[in-house]
């Protein structure tokens, strides 16, 4: 049994107003299915949607997860950050120093994301969404693989970095030390292949911890990663 990633999701107090700015700067249409908030389709070969769940969570620190988008010129990366800015992201400073070849936006809620310099070769090929980037450990990495059944694709000096089968987005994480929990962040939404029940018990086995149920009355369980990162497992679809 695995799990297959239905989307990477926004913790979002407007869903409808973030997934305007993200379908904007990333040209991604709505996804027509039921979904507790808002979905776009992320076009990648990856095979998810961006999610946009409706919380109240206060954003405290940092995000642990975020997106690298990639770039094919500096023309192309100046566009990106144009398009962005026009729709209401903001520079960051976190702590990139003026020499960075990256841009550090974030968009209207306050999520850190990244528009990456041309002839990134490690994301070569990924997609527009290069990467979700992720603080954590070489632990959660292994995790993941296992959850997802993607490929470990980089594991070196306890930095990991998995990727679907059929290609696109990577999911890296740094290695340590691991940020503090930033209250609002972005996470994982799983549907099993098979019975939901059977496949959160399998996640547990790997190193899930129980939660409780997620809310908005989805049948969705919620559960945290070896890291402590929240995720839900959906109901079959």
Not at 26 to 44: I, K, M
Request: with cysteine; glycine share 12%.
């Amino acid at each position: 049994m695995s799990s297959r990633l239905f989307a990477i999701s926004f913790d979002a107090h407007q869903p409808g107003r973030l997934a305007h700015f993200w379908s904007g700067v990333l040209g991604l249409e709505g996804a027509d299915d039921s979904y507790d908030g808002v979905a776009l389709l992320s076009g990648n070969d990856a095979g998810y949607r961006l999610g946009f769940h409706p919380s109240q969570a206060r954003k405290v620190a940092q995000n642990r997860l975020h997106f690298d988008l990639t770039s094919s010129s500096l023309e192309n990366q100046q566009e990106t950050v144009a398009r962005a800015l026009a729709l209401g992201a903001r520079h960051a400073d976190i702590g990139q120093g003026p020499d960075a070849a990256h841009v550090v936006l974030t968009d209207p809620e306050g999520n850190e994301f990244c528009v990456l310099e041309p002839h990134n070769n490690f994301l070569a090929g990924c997609g527009f969404i290069g990467a979700l980037a992720c603080d954590g450990s070489q632990a959660v990495g292994y995790f993941w693989s296992e959850a997802l059944g993607w490929p470990l694709v980089w594991d070196q000096d306890e930095e990991t970095a998995v990727q679907s089968p059929d290609g696109g987005t990577k999911i890296t994480w740094g290695g340590p030390p691991l940020m503090p929990d930033p209250g609002k962040d972005l996470h994982l939404d799983l549907v099993p292949d098979d019975d939901q029940q059977a496949e959160v018990e399998r996640l547990l086995s790997l190193g899930a911890k129980r939660l409780g149920s997620a809310h908005g009355g989805d049948g969705a369980v919620l559960l945290a990663d070896p890291d402590g990162n929240e995720f839900r497992v959906l109901t079959r679809r």
